[in-house]
């Protein structure tokens, strides 16, 4: 069992910066892919990041401005968020999961990016 709980939300203008943070209970985090999504209003949930051991991945609309990265020793994973754009604006979840085994959702972080 893994509960998620993501933090750092908040107001910010269009240029500007925002981290993230996802915290994680349960034993052998390091064995979860964790994947960051957001949802903006009136829209479906979509893929920002994912992070295992490899190299992250990225959704093209957020490649070059947003660093996913997770520290398993203390059970967290961020994402730095820079030159943030209104479109960028959402609740944003960490979803984290395990192949063949369950997925777990945070609760979501709101973010606001205005013009």
Known sequence: QVQLVESGG?????????????????????????????????????FVASIFTGAPNYSDSVKGRFTVSRDNAKNMVYLQMNYLKPEDTGVYYCN???????????????VTVSS
């Open 10 to 46: 908040g107001w910010v203008q269009a240029g500007g910066s925002l981290r993230l943070s996802c915290a994680a209970s349960g034993s052998d985090f390091g064995r979860y892919v964790v994947d960051w999504y957001r949802q903006a209003p009136g829209k479906s949930r979509e």
């Open 96 to 110: 984290a999961w395990i192949a063949a085994g369950n997925s777990y959702w945070g609760q979501g972080t709101q």
